[in-house]
């Protein structure tokens, strides 16, 4: 009997409501931040004024964000599109690219886009830290004007330790994260209904005609309004990228019965606040709080804000590993921080880049509302992405109809695209940041890509053909000496370099030859019936294939300790691992530009050696290099 066929209802929703809770410490930390700077930005100085009617359409496209984008794309919608349970944009591209196996083209810009939301992802893992710990640190200028000097140092202080903190791992204080969260949480719906008992007219603004009046009213205004209303969305996206770690279930549950009660109460009391003081604009959501109990609120919202970066800084971590897996990065280090939860990593490299790009955004923009512009684009410009593959997904994978995909996607990529034409203007103000961060993380993706494949072309021309290799060997057999030989090799139908050189150089042969590739699926997780293919060629050779998902660790020894149950077996002792390290050399070959060439080679110089990655014992290796013009 299995774990949920002997499990109770009681024990289940046990575990469920353990789920949401835990769901609320990580997924929730972004959007639930949000209030900190959403309606400050709406009525800042670069906002619309604050009259009790723009007060109620704000609020009321605040709402009707949240419902639309929030509540029926993602929660209804996109998180439909799991691959395997998984979620997330590499997860989606993934998965819209399986739809188009018979389409090259079409493939290759669902590829496109799916880097672009990649590479705007790392942009988000930049801005959140920046955003949320100075948008928690500025409530000390509503405390103590005079402290006003240090806000931008003691962010700079707090994102260090953040950062400082990764190589911990969240396993040890993951525990406390829902807790706090949901401390949070329960701080922002107290505050909003002390606000809202007072003003209770603000909540017509449940109704859209008042979204609808205010357009009708501000004009342009009104639009570009919109670039400020998208913040309170921000961190949407972590309800499809956590779902491999949740479930759908707990997620929606500790949205639609938790977090999104305490939002719409908290923006609704700032509404409240605003109709009562407009002056209030300078910093709603601190105002809301009572004088005495600043302090403590200041302390929580900084807490708030640093689960709600560790959480991005992790998802930037898993995007990483899975584009590495996927082929779009070069091989770097992965560190595991739990024994118990596979998903808690940790990659050195990734988090010093972070911690510099996150820094220079604090020293270079130096409040929340400078940030407020990049931190717009960067959000929509990857739910705009997500709208378009789960909409190829739905057609081409689930077989909607037309009329279906149409109606769905229209609506979705509507509303994507009036907030990222209300947020065009921001592009000189700030907004160019995560463009052009993105485009840069893009151009790394989209040329290491690129240059494996011409890497490849390149070996698979000068190799020779495999099986008259082999028969040539048994017509004229070398001498073999005992034990077992495994060659990496990308090309399963030639014969491997380090093959040829050991032969040519050493004049011997293994007793047992085994051709050795690892392919990663599309797939989050393979099969374990997938996960080894085993074919003899004859002659004592073998071509033996190992399939990992782009979600998993490629362990190369522990997957061999497998394969005896497929009829050939391993003893480590007496195998020794060949490979051939590759050394680019750029040339003005077709293929990619001289500076894309050269750009690859100093990252394949630069990356974690295969072996590494593969963990294969450095005492069990013999590493024989070649050279690869480009």
């Excluded at 009681?10 to 789920?19: M, N, Q, S």
């Amino acid at each position: 009997m299995t774990q949920a066929a002997s499990e109770t209802p009681h024990d289940l929703g046990k575990r469920v409501a353990a789920l949401a809770l835990g769901a609320i410490g990580v997924v929730y930390g972004d959007i639930g931040t949000s209030p900190l700077y959403t309606i400050k930005e709406t009525f800042g100085v670069h906002g619309v004024a604050a009259t009790p009617e723009n007060v109620l359409g704000v609020l009321s496209l605040v709402f009707w964000s949240l419902v639309m984008i929030v509540s029926v794309k993602y929660a209804g919608f996109i998180m439909r599109a799991d691959n395997k349970g998984e979620g997330g944009i590499m997860a989606l591209t993934a998965l819209a690219q399986r739809s188009m196996r018979s389409m090259p083209a079409a493939r290759w810009w669902v590829a496109v886009l799916g880097l672009f939301g990649a590479a705007l992802f790392f942009g988000d893992g930049v801005i959140t830290p920046a955003i949320s710990v100075l948008s928690a640190v500025e409530g000390i200028e509503v405390a103590a004007p005079a402290l006003q000097p240090y806000v931008v140092p003691l962010t700079a202080v707090i994102i260090v330790l953040l950062f400082a903190f990764q190589r911990r791992g969240t396993g040890k204080v993951g525990a406390v994260f829902g807790p706090v969260m949901a401390l949070w949480f329960c701080a922002l719906a107290a505050l909003g209904v002390m606000h809202v008992a007072g003003h209770p007219q603000v909540l017509l603004a449940l109704s859209p005609h008042h979204a609808v009046a205010f357009f009708l009213h501000n004009g342009w205004e009104a639009f570009f309004a919109l670039g400020s209303v998208v913040l309170c969305i921000t961190g949407a996206e972590a309800l499809y990228a956590d779902m491999g770690h949740f479930g759908k279930r707990p997620i929606r549950m500790s949205w639609f019965n938790f977090v999104l009660p305490a939002l719409v109460l908290n923006y609704f009391g700032q509404g409240a606040l605003l109709l009562a003081d407009p002056r209030a604009v300078q910093n709603p959501f601190y105002l809301l709080v009572p004088q005495p109990l600043l302090y403590p609120m200041i302390a929580l919202a900084t807490a708030a804000t640093v689960i709600a970066s560790q959480a991005v800084i992790s998802g930037a971590f898993s995007v990483t590993r899975e584009a590495i897996q996927l082929g779009y990065l070069p091989r770097m280090q992965v560190r595991h921080t739990s024994r118990e939860t596979m998903g808690q990593i940790y990659l050195p490299w990734i988090n010093r880049m972070l911690l510099v790009l996150t820094l220079a955004v604090v020293l270079g923009f130096r409040s929340s509302s400078n940030l407020a512009a990049a931190y717009g684009i960067a959000v929509v410009g990857t739910m705009t992405i997500d709208s378009v593959l789960v909409m190829i997904v739905f057609r081409r994978l689930w077989q909607w109809s037309w009329p279906k995909v149409g109606a769905v996607g229209l609506v979705f990529l509507a509303v994507d695209f009036a907030f990222l034409a209300a947020n065009a203007d921001k592009v000189e103000h700030g907004g160019w940041f995560p463009l052009v961060l993105g485009a840069v993380i893009f151009t790394l993706m989209a040329t290491w890509r690129r240059g494996r494949e011409l890497v490849m072309r390149e070996i698979k021309q000068s190799g020779l053909a495999l099986e008259p290799f082999i028969a040539n060997i048994a017509e004229h057999p070398p001498l073999r000496v005992p034990g077992t030989a495994v060659f990496l090799t990308a090309n399963q139908e030639a014969v491997p370099h380090a093959l040829l050189h050991n032969l040519k150089h050493n004049k011997v042969l293994h007793e047992r030859n085994v051709l050795l590739t690892v392919e990663t699926l599309d797939t989050p997780t393979a099969e374990p019936d997938e996960r080894i293919e085993l074919q003899a060629l004859g002659n004592d050779f073998f071509r033996l294939l190992l399939r990992v998902g782009f979600a998993e660790d490629p362990d190369v020894p522990a997957m061999l300790g497998k394969c005896a149950m497929k009829g050939l077996g391993f003893d480590l002792m007496d195998t020794t691992f060949f490979l051939s390290r590759e050394t680019v050399v750029a040339t003005d070959r077709p293929g990619m530009a001289l500076w894309r060439d050269k750009l690859f080679a100093f990252m394949s110089r630069n990356a974690m050696p295969a072996t590494a990655f593969f963990r294969i014992p450095g005492n069990r290796l013999i590493e024989l290099g070649t050279q690869v013009e480009i």
